[in-house]
């Protein structure tokens, strides 16, 4: 049964950041073959569509004047399994870090190292969440989606979502456009495991483990994502506020010969990611709080609202970051929750 809409509706328990702001009209997605009549009423009724899976990445710098689909469809289905491989189909509005934990005791493995991310299953391909050397898009095979333009369902391969660092067809052609309904991922019952990245690394050893299970990669990341990160419920965040940036190879040998400590990565054709926390952090930025808008004292790259920050609050302290990590080392920091301003 199609839940009824919700007229000047509070969006402050909606979104990680507890920002405050309404929305002209809260509709509950809870089957997603509703869409077709719901995005037809959204429109209908007027104003821009937004589409809400767990409110984890985005920053509410003003009020919708539209609706707001908030997608809460669950279920998970078997489609296939041959060998040890499987192929499991996830509702849009299931919990990311339950589905982890569910698939991780059915034994299906592979999604252990991106335990504890907050958010829903259908919002993790729009950005391609990815944490400690896995990201979505390695275990993914496709997405069903409802295109509300052109008003069909489409499946996307692995591929066609062109998923790049926190990037995919979601965030352009299809963004505004195509409602993920579901999330179909490649996952094995063989018990590899992918733990080279240096945090996790130590936490393992530090735990004494040696023959590493995917269960003790799931732990050690929950150990070190609660050590570092700060759990939402508690402290309002939207994780990363920033991408980290990615440097052309002579900008990156620019910055690394005058910064040689500067955290770094390689990335693909010769180009660096560089840490945006190690930026942020050298600028001192660390713990700073202004009102209620603060950085986070653990982890430079999130910011969070100590209660009562607003938008404004929230991104004047953003924007001043970007420009003092400009003015000392050259490098522009990008956003990397979806702003409505
Ligand atoms: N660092 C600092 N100061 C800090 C924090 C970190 O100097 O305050 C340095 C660390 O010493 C380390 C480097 O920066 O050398 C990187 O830090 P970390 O390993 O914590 O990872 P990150 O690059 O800051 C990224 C993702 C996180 C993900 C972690 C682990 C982005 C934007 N962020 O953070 O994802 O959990 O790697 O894989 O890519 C998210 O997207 O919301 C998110 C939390």
Redesign the pocket.
């Known amino acids: 049964m199609i839940q009824p809409v919700q007229t000047d509706a509070d969006l402050r328990h909606l979104n990680t950041l507890h920002l405050p702001a309404h929305a002209a009209r809260l509709q509950p997605v809870d089957d997603a073959s509703d869409l077709p009549t719901l995005t037809q009423a959204a429109r209908d009724a007027g104003g821009p569509v937004l589409v809400l899976g767990g409110g984890s990445n985005i920053v509410f710098g003003r009020n919708v004047d539209g609706t707001v689909l908030h997608m809460r469809t669950l279920g998970i289905d078997l489609l296939a399994q041959s060998g040890n491989d499987v192929l499991v189909s996830v509702a849009a509005g299931e919990n990311w870090h339950d589905w982890v934990a569910r698939a991780l005791a059915h034994g299906w493995h592979g999604l252990e190292n991106l335990a504890l991310i907050p958010g829903t299953v259908g919002a993790a391909p729009v950005q391609n969440?990815?944490?400690?050397?896995v990201e979505l898009i390695d275990r993914l095979d496709h997405v069903d989606a409802w295109d509300m333009t052109d008003r069909r369902w489409l499946r996307l391969s692995a591929d066609e979502c062109r998923a790049g660092y926190?990037d995919s067809v979601f965030k352009h052609e299809l963004a505004q456009r195509a409602i993920i309904t579901r999330v179909a991922f490649r996952l094995t019952t063989e018990a590899r495991v992918r733990c080279d990245?240096a945090?996790l690394q130590r936490e393992l050893s530090s735990r004494g483990v040696t023959q590493v299970t995917p269960q003790h990669v799931f732990d050690a990341v929950c150990a070190v994502?609660r050590a570092?990160?700060p759990d939402p419920a508690v402290l309002g965040n939207a994780?990363?506020f920033?991408?980290?940036p990615v440097l052309p190879a002579a900008d990156a040998a620019r910055l690394l010969a005058a910064h040689p400590d500067a955290?770094h990565y390689p990335a693909a054709h010769g180009a660096v990611k560089v840490?945006?926390?190690?930026l942020?952090?050298q600028c001192g930025w660390?713990g700073a709080r202004r009102g209620d808008a603060g950085v986070h004292d653990?982890?430079?790259?999130?910011l969070v609202n100590h209660g009562e920050a607003s938008a404004a609050d929230l991104l004047g302290l953003a924007a001043d970051i970007q420009a003092s990590v400009q003015a000392r080392f050259g490098v522009t920091l990008e956003p990397?929750p979806l702003i409505l301003r």
């Open positions: 969440i990815g944490a400690y050397g926190r990245y945090d994502r570092k990160l994780g990363s920033f991408r980290n955290a840490a945006a926390a190690w942020i952090d660390k653990r982890q430079a790259l999130v990397e």
